[in-house]
């Protein structure tokens, strides 16, 4: 891409460990509240200092294109009081590849974005989580809000680790803080991979706290195209609603692994296992029991078949 910084293979990771080496990646910082602005003090970025702050830190793009794995890591030194910070994998189709991020805070809703928002102020949640909660968001919206067990405002350096591996339909995000698990393979509908860089982003009100990032890695891993869409599968089914029946609830059976089910001849044509056609797009269903017929336990067998199977092989056959 033209225009693009590059620091080695595409295999290169953002990194920056303030302590004025080579290698490190370059950023921008950005003072979008009161002064002053993030700045290096021995050897670590202070963030936040004072009262009615927002500053962010943008990191130039390492690694262009689409990736199946980002593993984030950094460290992080907060002490209590308000409001906290976020993470974020900003999209570059909004956000650039270089230049200022945006605003980041503790609640990182961002356009096409990943975040991830560590809010440390209690009682202005509204779920009265606590004052050291940790919110996922993604494009613009929060997705899931949790209680961290690991009160990570200690005012000493602390370990933070996001995982996010892209899955067919969306993507998986695992968060240790001192290698305390807050979220395990929490998954995110409709979070495809995009190109993206790093930034961090912290905020004080009226309350402050302060805050120190320090030794950010964050490692692009297996490059990938463009995914498969998400799991859609189409079932039919019917069951007469009476004053019996309040709820509609159905279970459905898939084959087992290693069934001949599928494009097994390459042509295109999707057979069962009696070898008929049940191409997608064609409203007939089969017995999953080998028989023809619409009872018992029959689905509508089609092409998303295959796309279930790449999710449960956590995306075999996609690279
Ligand atoms: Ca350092
Ligand atoms: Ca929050």
């Not at 620091?7 to 979008?32: E, H």
């Not at 008929?276 to 029959?298: T, W």
Request: aromatic content about 12%; glycine content about 16%.
């Amino acid at each position: 891409m033209a225009g693009s910084v590059f620091f080695g293979s595409v295999t290169a990771a953002t990194i920056q460990d303030f302590q004025g080496g080579a290698g490190q990646t370059s950023y921008t910082l950005t003072q979008y509240g009161a002064t002053p602005s993030a700045s290096i003090v021995s050897g670590s970025l202070r963030m936040l200092s004072t009262s009615s702050q927002n500053n962010v830190i943008a990191f130039n793009q390492t690694d262009t294109g689409l990736y199946r794995r980002i593993v984030a890591g950094w460290d992080f030194s907060i002490v209590s009081g308000a409001d906290g910070f976020g993470f974020a994998l900003l999209n570059d189709a909004t956000y650039g590849i270089t230049g200022a991020g945006p605003v980041i805070g503790e609640e990182p809703s961002l356009t096409g974005s990943f975040a991830a928002g560590f809010d440390i102020y209690c009682p202005d949640d509204y779920q009265g989580l606590g004052s050291h909660e940790i919110s996922l968001h993604f494009d613009g919206v929060e997705r899931a809000n949790k209680w961290s067990s690991f009160n990570y405002r200690t005012g000493t350096f602390q370990h933070a680790r996001v995982v996010v591996d892209f899955v067919t339909g969306g993507a998986e995000i695992t968060i240790t803080v001192a290698g305390v698990t807050v979220y395990d393979k929490y998954f995110i509908a409709g979070m495809t991979p995009y190109g993206s860089r790093v930034a961090f982003g912290g905020r004080t009100s009226g309350t402050m706290t302060t805050l120190y990032l320090d030794n950010i890695s964050v490692a692009y891993e297996i490059p990938t195209t463009t995914p498969p869409a998400p799991v859609s599968l189409r079932t039919f089914n019917q069951k007469l609603m009476n004053g019996s029946f309040r709820t509609v609830k159905q279970t459905f059976s898939f084959p087992a692994a290693g069934r001949s089910v599928g494009d097994t001849a390459g042509d295109g044509i999707y057979r069962g296992s009696g070898g008929s056609d049940i191409s997608a797009g064609r409203e007939s269903c089969h017995s999953n029991g080998g028989g023809a017929g619409c009872g018992g336990r029959s689905f509508l067998y089609a092409m998303d078949y295959r796309r279930i199977k790449q999710h449960l092989g956590r995306g075999s056959g996609w690279n």
